[in-house]
């Protein structure tokens, strides 16, 4: 994986997050991303816990 494109700031957890809010701050955190790197598409993804996970795709419109 390239790391120039793959968890570029860390994880929720390096930055801190409220408990419960790790969906709402990756999601902004990525749009601001997507915004500084001129990027149309963006995902992230997330462990649920019990094996579970979730993943968003994103379309930035201008």
Request: with cysteine.
């Amino acid at each position: 994986l390239d790391p120039g494109i793959v968890n570029v700031n860390g994880g929720a957890i390096a930055l801190g997050h409220p408990l419960g809010c790790t969906g709402a701050k990756l999601s902004t955190q990525l749009f601001s991303e997507m915004r500084l790197r001129k990027q149309k598409y963006g995902m992230v993804t997330a462990c649920v816990g019990g094996g579970q996970g979730i993943a968003g795709v994103y379309e930035l419109l201008n």
